[in-house]
């Protein structure tokens, strides 16, 4: 998502933009809340919003900051020091995010863990009944059999047939196929001819990407 840059304080509330909305932060702390912009009205995340129909804070303080900078004026540039701040915000949601994935991660290993062993002592108690019939069934030379809560089939199975030592194999040319030579899309020598001369070559399609963005921390920033 590209964020136009600006950023403004509105009685006490710092004001990001992007297309899609705006991330409502107050100064002291607190979490940021979203705004979604929607073709008629703004929607707030808040807990206030939420359970009412009145206008929270923040979208209130989104609707100064578009009277004060009405859309097709210039919006004011992010200053270094707000870049700075937001880098370390970044900080501090990664760490957040961490955290999360961590304390999920040990959650989904105990319940990986009770699953495997319930899932053992069901499977060993099917094993009794599953032997049992199958021994009925061979005892009665069944094939199918009906029963009040189901039916009963045994079905013979084709062998598998495993090949230890290929190349012994291969000297008995009864067994022995000849696959044909395959025509596959040298992807590297299209990719280093498209990217250096721009052309589109039949049955391609470039599609150009855009920019990426990317963050390193220093350490200790959170
Ligand atoms: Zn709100």
Redesign the pocket.
């Known amino acids: 998502m590209e964020l136009m840059q600006t950023s403004i304080e509105m009685q006490s509330f710092t004001i990001i933009e992007s297309e899609n909305g705006f991330l409502?932060s107050g100064d002291f702390g607190g979490n940021a809340?979203e705004?979604h912009r929607t073709d008629t009205r703004f929607q707030?995340?808040?807990f206030?919003?939420q359970v009412s129909d009145s206008e929270?804070?923040?979208?209130r303080a989104v609707q100064d900051y578009l009277s004060l900078h009405p859309p097709q004026e210039e919006r004011p540039m992010l200053s270094q020091a707000d870049a700075d701040l937001y880098l370390g915000k970044l900080a501090k949601l990664d760490t957040i995010e961490g955290r999360n994935l961590e304390s999920a991660n040990s959650q989904i290993d105990r319940i990986k863990l009770w699953l495997e062993m319930e899932t053992e002592k069901i499977t060993r108690q099917k094993d009794f009944y599953i032997q049992a019939l199958d021994n009925f069934m061979h005892m009665n030379e069944y094939s199918t059999k009906r029963l009040v809560n189901g039916t009963l089939s045994i079905r013979s199975q084709q062998p598998e047939i495993l090949i230890k030592d290929e190349d012994t194999v291969l000297r008995d040319d009864r067994f022995v196929r000849i696959i044909p030579e395959k025509h596959t899309v040298d992807k590297a020598a299209l990719r280093k001819y498209c990217t250096q001369t721009g052309e589109e070559i039949p049955g391609t399609e470039i599609i150009l990407k855009p920019h990426k963005f990317s963050y390193k921390l220093n350490r200790g920033a959170e």
């Not at 929270?56 to 979208?59: D, G, I, K, S, T």
């Open positions: 409502v809340v705004v707030c995340q808040c206030i919003a929270c804070e923040h979208v």
